[in-house]
Nanobody
């Protein structure tokens, strides 16, 4: 599976962005998808995850209520809608695919896209 993330950019605090991650292959719906982020000098951290069908989602406490993960299996794409952005959301955002359950551990994800930078100005 190859993953291509896009949609990052510069936004003011309180603003919104939508990230997209397009996947190659015909088995996209079999993968759990996750979004992670990594700020300079910090470890990669889990943001949100979604099951293959899209029926189940899971969020980090820091983004609960502000971010929404969704997927369109017909388009092989997973999205991350980010609202009420804060300065501390600034990071490089990565999408990733796993074959089992929604996990918050990067090691459980087999495939990774390149990052897309999100910068929130205060």
């Amino acid at each position: 599976v190859q993953l291509q993330a896009c949609g990052g950019g510069l936004v003011q605090a309180g603003g919104s962005l939508r990230l997209s991650c397009a996947a190659s292959g015909r088995t996209f719906r079999q993968y759990v998808m996750g979004w992670f982020r990594q700020a300079p000098g910090k470890e990669r951290e889990f943001v949100a995850g979604i099951s293959g069908s899209g029926a189940n989602t899971y969020y980090a406490d820091s983004v609960q209520g502000r971010f929404t993960i969704s997927r369109d299996n017909a388009k092989n794409t997973v999205y991350l809608q980010m609202n009420s952005l804060k300065f501390e959301d600034t990071a490089n955002y990565y999408c990733a695919a796993a074959t089992s359950y929604i996990s918050s551990w990067p090691r459980d994800y087999l495939y990774w896209g390149q990052g897309t930078q999100v910068t929130v100005s205060s």
